[in-house]
């Protein structure tokens, strides 16, 4: 069983930045492919930005591209989302995800942590 506990979320003002956290519990952490998603009130879940913990290999949603970065430290376990430039349509509930598959579709992975919120005030 994987689980996964976010953290670093919190409120910012516009143009500001926060480092999100993911600490994973797998044991082999090439095994898996680790996604970002974020939910804003009253809208379904999307896609942030997907992770290779084999290559390395990253990909983005196009609102997100040159401000976020996804990262993985694989002797602490833990997948990182730095966000710089944080607006106000960034306001969302921040989950990340675990699964076998590279992948944008938040349906391939089975494993989830509980979310943080991450709200940008204008």
């Known amino acids: 069983q994987v689980q996964l506990v976010e953290s670093g979320g919190g409120l910012v003002q516009a143009g500001g930045s926060l480092r999100l956290s993911c600490v994973a519990s797998?044991?082999?952490?090439?095994?898996?492919?680790m996604g970002w998603f974020r939910q804003a009130p009253g809208k379904e879940r999307k896609f942030v930005a997907v992770?290779?913990?084999?290559?390395?290999?990253?990909s983005y949603t196009d609102s997100v591209l040159g401000r976020f970065t996804v990262s993985g430290n694989n002797i602490r376990n833990t997948l990182y989302l730095q966000m710089n430039n944080l607006q106000p349509e960034d306001t969302a509930v921040y989950f990340c995800?675990?699964?076998?598959?590279?992948?944008?579709?938040?349906?391939?992975?089975?494993?989830w942590g509980q979310g943080t919120q991450v709200t940008v005030s204008s």
């Open positions: 992770y290779s913990w084999s290559s390395g290999r990253t």
């Open positions: 797998v044991r082999t952490m090439s095994e898996y492919n």
């Open positions: 995800a675990a699964g076998t598959v590279y992948t944008r579709n938040d349906a391939d992975y089975p494993y």
